[in-house]
């Protein structure tokens, strides 16, 4: 029997796609995805999101229809959860981290050690970039027994990709729920600077810009490193530079802002980007960021006991993944604060086992 998930829900994007994939393998659920990123211009799979399912489809064994390119419809079955080495090619400049979304919270239930290999895109648009996951996902993971293990072998921008990323995943036997509710201020602020097959300066004026930026908003304890390649070491295939900045708060949680650069943006409008919304987000005196407390949700629902959040914005990609979440788990998430607007996130989880 399937279970008919309706991919014009709420944010209609590709992440209905990841987080119904990804919990349909960790529960052994059989589903059909239809009005696949119905609401993006083109609709249908691109090449991360076949590469995600794919690449979850590896781990469980699972049968499937339809998943091609531009496909709106298709069927994933299954079979069970498998371990050992994977390796995947997005193409291009597919996200890789989105890719990894959607098989993490699977592969934390695996019978044995997981490794997968995946090239593609590292820090691309519309994406999480591969720091954030570093320095801020899989530490907040890790509060709840998740043991993710991320190393970065090259980066890949756009549009010609060719970034490689290793994961590997020691599977917990059960997943802890959290209480991340008060911030009660900023301990420190660390971030990375980065840039490749472009001038040292580049990265140097970004972390300058974001440091003075973070300094005069009070932060007295900032480091940002500079990552940068010699041109006889490049072997990166194309241009690109980035900026992650994440701040350790005292309540031992992180939050965390990145920004990428583009053609004809300034390093200093990058710098300054990554540093002005993470001073916005740590004025809302929450201990999740947006964007992490997206990331969350599946977690909240498969874990044991009750967890509870505090963020800094209810967003519309949070609300469309409590939607899917709740519909494969039958949880029942509370939510309180309106969208657009900082607020709680509460849920009892099953306490699924490995």
């Not at 020691?170 to 900023?186: A, N, V």
């Not at 920004?259 to 809302?284: C, D, H, M, Q, Y």
Request: aromatic share 4%.
């Amino acid at each position: 029997m399937f279970v008919d998930i309706a991919g014009d829900t709420l944010e209609g994007g590709g992440q209905i796609v990841r987080t119904s994939v990804a919990l349909a393998a960790l529960l052994g659920k059989s589903i059909h995805v239809k009005n696949v990123r119905a609401k993006r211009t083109p609709p249908g799979l691109k090449a991360q999101h076949l590469t995600g399912v794919k690449t979850v489809a590896a781990i469980c064994g699972a049968e499937h229809i339809g998943l091609e390119i531009g496909s709106t419809e298709f069927t994933f079955e299954p079979k069970g959860r498998l371990a050992g080495q994977f390796r995947f090619d997005v193409g291009t400049a597919g996200s890789i981290p989105l890719v990894l979304q959607a098989l993490m919270p699977a592969a934390a239930f695996v019978p044995d050690k997981l490794e997968i290999d995946v090239t593609g895109g590292t820090d691309v648009r519309w994406s999480p970039t591969i720091d954030y996951m570093r320095f801020v996902k899989l530490p907040m993971l890790d509060k709840m027994g998740c043991e993710y293990q991320l190393k970065v072998l090259r980066r890949g921008h756009y549009p010609k990709g060719g970034g490689r990323v290793i994961m590997a995943i020691t599977p917990p036997r059960q997943l802890r729920g959290i209480k991340l509710t008060s911030q009660d201020g900023i301990r420190r602020v660390r971030g990375i600077s980065h840039c490749v097959k472009l001038p040292r300066h580049v990265a140097e004026r970004q972390a300058k810009t974001a440091k003075d930026i973070l300094e005069r908003a009070g932060y007295p304890d900032v480091k940002i490193d500079v990552e940068w390649c010699a041109p006889e070491k490049d072997h990166h295939l194309g241009p690109g530079s980035g900026i992650l900045l994440y701040a350790d708060t005292n309540s031992d949680t992180i939050i965390g802002c990145d920004a990428l650069g583009e053609k004809g943006k300034p390093a200093e409008r990058i710098g300054s980007e990554a540093a002005e919304n993470l001073v916005s987000e740590a004025k809302t005196r929450m201990p999740v960021d947006k964007h992490m407390a997206d990331m969350l949700i599946p977690y909240m629902a498969v874990a044991k006991g009750s967890s509870r959040i505090m963020t800094s914005q209810i967003t519309l990609h949070t609300l469309t993944n409590i939607q899917i979440t709740e519909l494969l788990t039958e949880v029942n998430f509370r939510v309180e604060g309106e969208l657009g607007k900082p607020g709680s996130i509460e849920v009892e989880g099953i306490g699924l086992t490995l």
